[in-house]
């Protein structure tokens, strides 16, 4: 299990973008399974959907991203290096994600060729599916923290 402390030693990210609180299970460069406690302080809440609060999809989609680089970069090979998107396929959103949700978000690492990944992502609440779909990535030192 990862804290956020030992997160933020892995991803560039920080506040208010850092999007993972917990990594529980890790396999590097395989899996990683995380929690993302949604609160109604969120900074975008003011603004989507301000009487009918809905954390965007592209931010769930950010979360799993950021999980997946979590076990893309703990493989000592990419230790100190970032991983960004270079596309995301095939992505559906089934149920909305409110305040006071946790999301659980789980990236299996399908394949990697060089410094090219692809994973497919999984972000559920209470057991339920709330969005699926593929990400790729590109590892690089650029912008790594």
Known sequence: MLNIEEI???LPQRHPFLMVDRILELE???RALGLKHVTINEYYFPGHFPSYHVVPGVLIVESLA???AVAILTLPKNRGKNAVFVAIDGFRFRKLVRPGDTMTLEVVLKRT???IGKGAGRATV??????EGDLSFLITSLGAS
């Open 8 to 10: 933020k030693a892995i």
């Open 28 to 30: 590097p460069g395989k």
């Open 66 to 68: 950021q999980v997946g």
């Open 113 to 115: 060729i060089g410094n």
């Open 126 to 131: 209470d057991g339920d599916l709330v969005a």
